[in-house]
């Protein structure tokens, strides 16, 4: 899914492509790397789980998980499969995220389709202010491959070095940083590093 950004080209895939399914490297992620820093029974907030929510496949309690996205046919599709509270919401409006709010917001690939600058900031400051203290922001996204700068459409592909920074620069502190090689997102374009992120309010 390495074309798409507008919603309505999300509309357009889940739409065309009814199969409920999600990235399998985030379950790998959420598994291996940020399950067992969470408090018991924690409030989740998944971003952009598409047709499927990577926590439907967990032990966490459903009824404590959110998981929000802008396409409503991804939404529909995910109506009526688990008690997980699946809403139509864009991260990068102003005040998306209730605030001191969640104890894990995972972000499930949604960050780096979105480019623009400002939505981005907004939708990091949305995020940063929906954690409660302590609470964890988990994220796994491309980034520029070492030695070379990958260009994909619609997709905002940072330098690993620069997003260290943004995320210090909006109070973010970062707990785990660890580019994952054998885990590389490909297009026709080259081939994007994989990047996992755990920081805390
Ligand atoms: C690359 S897809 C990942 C979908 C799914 N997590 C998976 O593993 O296949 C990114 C998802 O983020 C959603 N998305 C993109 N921009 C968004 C925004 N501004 N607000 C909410 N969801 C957004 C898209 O609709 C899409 O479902």
Redesign the pocket.
Do not use: Q, W
């Given at each position: 899914?390495t074309d798409?950004?507008s919603?309505e080209k999300?509309n357009q895939h889940?739409k065309t492509f009814a199969k409920r399914?999600?990235?399998k490297s985030?379950n790998d992620f959420f598994t291996t790397q940020v399950q067992f820093r969470l408090p018991k029974d924690p409030v989740v907030l998944e971003?952009?789980?598409?047709?499927?929510s990577?926590f439907e496949d967990s032990d966490l309690n459903h009824k404590l998980i959110t998981a929000?996205?802008?396409?409503p046919e991804?939404i529909d599709l995910n109506r009526g499969h688990s008690s997980i509270n699946y809403q139509l919401?864009?991260?990068?409006k102003n005040h998306?995220i209730e605030e001191n709010t969640y104890d894990l917001i995972f972000d499930?690939?949604?960050l780096?389709?979105?480019e623009r600058v400002e939505?981005r900031a907004m939708?990091f400051k949305n995020i940063y202010h929906g954690l409660k203290s302590d609470g964890l922001f988990c994220a796994e996204m491309m980034v520029q491959p070492l030695g070379s700068v990958i260009n994909l459409p619609h997709k905002y592909i940072a330098n690993s070095r620069n997003l260290e920074q943004e995320l210090i620069s909006y109070g973010f502190t970062i707990k785990y940083f660890m580019i994952v090689r054998e885990l590389v997102f490909e297009s026709g374009n080259g081939v994007c590093d994989l990047l996992r992120v755990i920081c805390k309010k």
């Open positions: 899914m798409l950004n919603l999300f889940y399914d999600y990235e985030l971003l952009g789980p598409g047709s499927k990577v929000v996205d802008f396409s991804a919401r864009d991260i990068t998306a499930s690939h949604c780096h389709c979105i939505d939708s």
